[in-house]
């Protein structure tokens, strides 16, 4: 079955960096677009930034500069390197995919304080 798990929030301080890594099983990874979402205390689920397939990137525009998300199909891992960390980026991170429907992983804490 599809599993995907997340690895490699924490707390850090702001402007600080984080590389969160999402590993995926049940899948033939290199073929399809993976995602990450996030989702802060009271608000709503929302896309940091996606990678299809072919390598092409989309990001938030929240996140636009200081987000890059990467994958590496060899190892079936999808990454989010994320630096200048800000206090609103505090929330819980997700893995996401798309395939006939949606699969998340269990989600990372991040937490940006002083």
């Known amino acids: 079955q599809v599993q995907l798990v997340e690895s490699g929030g924490g707390l850090v301080q702001p402007g600080g960096s984080l590389r969160l890594s999402c590993a995926a099983s049940g899948i033939i990874f290199r073929l399809n677009n993976m995602g990450w979402y996030r989702q802060a205390p009271g608000k709503q689920r929302e896309l940091v930034a996606t990678i299809t397939s072919d390598y092409i990137t989309n990001y938030a525009d929240s996140v636009k500069g200081r987000f890059t998300i990467s994958r590496d199909n060899a190892k079936n891992t999808v990454y989010l390197q994320m630096n200048s960390l800000k206090p609103e980026d505090t929330a819980v991170y997700y893995c996401?995919?798309?395939?006939?429907?949606?699969?998340w992983g269990q989600g990372t804490q991040v937490t940006v304080s002083s």
């Open positions: 996401h995919l798309h395939l006939y429907r949606d699969y």
